[in-house]
């Protein structure tokens, strides 16, 4: 079955530069969730969208600003980085019909490195 | 604040033996939970879920309990095998479509 597709998977960057994460939902997904994890920490919320509109928003910097297209994939672009940015970077995807939205499926993650 | 909690970060179980991984929660308004596991390097994987309006749910060697009063779930694995060592999350989420809040895992480990 076809999965969440992230790209790219590493990514080194230095400081004060910009970056854009994307994202692949699996087929016929409205929903798209990213997550940030830093080392050793849970998975946290930034930011989702549902049909193209942003559906709900946590802690995401105001440097980051994501989108979601026609053809639902998003990016995730962030700007001004900084060493804390560094850590693993999530996209989920759901749908609102069939199991009515309640499991998010991750894809493998983008690595972010910032020097 | 956490609203997930995962008090133990660490469970080592022996091959065919049950594992009971603990999740405690914060929020009330919760109406539906989620158990992940992750390899390194990977994403999570989806493994088992239930319904607020259940208290269990099974999935061959996955069951999933949960104790709405206690705000409490666990995840049974039986019979334990050596391809089940992961990082497990709990996750709870407050509404359809909605954020999950993830607690900080548990690394299962199971030896032969």
């Known amino acids: 079955a076809a999965g969440v597709i992230q790209s790219p998977r590493h990514l080194i960057k230095e400081k004060r530069e910009t970056a854009t994460l994307k994202c692949y939902p699996i087929p016929r997904h409205d929903t798209v969730y990213w997550y940030q994890q830093g080392p050793g920490q849970d998975p946290q919320f930034l930011i989702s969208?549902?049909?193209?509109?942003?559906?709900d928003k946590g802690s995401i910097p105001d440097r980051f600003s994501a989108q979601q297209f026609s053809d639902y994939h998003s990016e995730l672009n962030m700007s001004s980085l900084e060493l804390g940015d560094s850590a693993l970077y999530f996209c989920?995807?759901?749908?609102?019909?069939?199991?009515?939205?309640?499991?998010?499926?991750f894809g493998p993650g983008t690595r972010l490195t910032v020097l | 604040d956490q609203q997930v909690k995962q008090n133990s970060p660490s469970l080592s179980v022996q091959e065919g033996r049950i594992s009971i991984l603990n999740c405690d929660y914060t929020?009330?308004?919760?109406?539906?939970f989620l158990w992940y596991k992750k390899y390194p390097a990977e994403g999570p994987t989806f493994l088992i879920s239930?319904?607020?309006?259940?208290d269990k749910n099974e999935d061959g060697r996955f069951t999933v309990f949960l104790n709405k009063s206690a705000k409490h779930l666990s995840l049974h694995i039986v019979p334990s095998q050596p391809g089940d060592s992961a990082v497990y999350f709990c996750a709870c989420r407050g509404s359809t479509l909605g954020r999950l809040y993830f607690g900080r895992g548990t690394q299962l480990t199971v030896w032969p």
């Open positions: 969208f549902y049909e193209k509109m942003q559906s």
């Open positions: 989920a995807s759901s749908s609102l019909w069939g199991r009515a939205g309640n499991e998010q499926f």
């Open positions: 929020n009330s308004m919760f109406d539906y």
């Open positions: 239930i319904s607020s309006i259940k």
